[in-house]
């Protein structure tokens, strides 16, 4: 299995919104709503801050949002603060019952 | 609330098996439900799902590691393990258990261990 394509990285300044695309095929994103998305901070576990394409867990930021169209998830988290920069990783469930990930995006608050 | 532990050895011989323990506390890993799952990140920056084991014992693991890879339940001790052989130097990761409902994400993850494969 192919992993999911993410950009290598994004940035934007405090307050502005960004969105990081996850783009995968009809066997993955493309077939289900079983699309997650982790919070990465070097150092720490991942956070799991979207889950089913955009649901977000308690006690996350509703600056967090998640979509999806074909093969192609999104995450945009809005009003950028210093404290989300990290890595952000995507993931979906595949029809060969496995799961994919994303190569990660590292996001840079300016 | 669920909390996972990594255990095992941080450096292991080319060719050898990689043996890693996962302890859970607040819950039973015999709940229905629940996917406890083994993660690896890269030193790059990637992460790479390497399986799960639920209800019980079924098991799924990544088709370019399903060769190598045996994920167990240990019900007595509350614990999953994870067994990778004949590894290489790409093996080396921080590896990672968590634990999900379904596919609804991985909301408890364990802080990781790193295992460096080298001679």
């Known amino acids: 299995q192919s992993a999911l394509t993410q950009p290598a990285s994004v940035s934007g300044s405090p307050g502005q919104s960004i969105t990081i695309s996850c783009t995968g095929t009809?066997?993955?994103?493309?077939?289900?709503?079983?699309v997650s998305w982790y919070q990465h901070h070097p150092g720490k576990a991942p956070k799991l801050i979207i889950y089913?394409?955009?649901y977000r867990p308690s006690g996350v930021s509703h600056r967090f949002s998640g979509s999806k169209s074909g093969n192609t998830a999104s995450l945009t988290i809005s009003g950028l603060q210093a404290e989300d920069e990290a890595d952000y990783h995507c993931s979906s469930f595949t029809t060969s019952n496995t799961l994919v990930f994303g190569g990660g995006t590292t996001l840079t608050v300016l | 609330q669920v909390q996972l532990q990594e255990s095992g050895p941080g450096l292991v011989k080319p060719s050898q098996t990689l043996s890693l323990t996962c302890t859970v506390s607040g819950d039973s890993v015999s709940s229905g439900g629940y996917y406890w799952t083994w993660i690896r990140q890269y030193p790059g920056k990637g992460l790479e799902w390497i399986g799960y084991v639920y209800n019980g014992g079924t098991t799924s693991y990544n088709p370019s590691l399903k060769s190598r890879v045996t994920i167990s339940l240990h019900t007595s001790k509350n614990q999953l393990s994870l067994e990778v052989n004949s590894v290489t130097a790409a093996d080396t990761a921080v590896y990672y258990c968590a634990s999900s409902i379904a596919f609804s994400g991985y909301d408890y993850w364990g802080q990781g261990t790193v295992v460096n494969v080298s001679s």
């Open positions: 009809s066997s993955d994103i493309g077939g289900y709503n079983y």
């Open positions: 089913e394409v955009n």
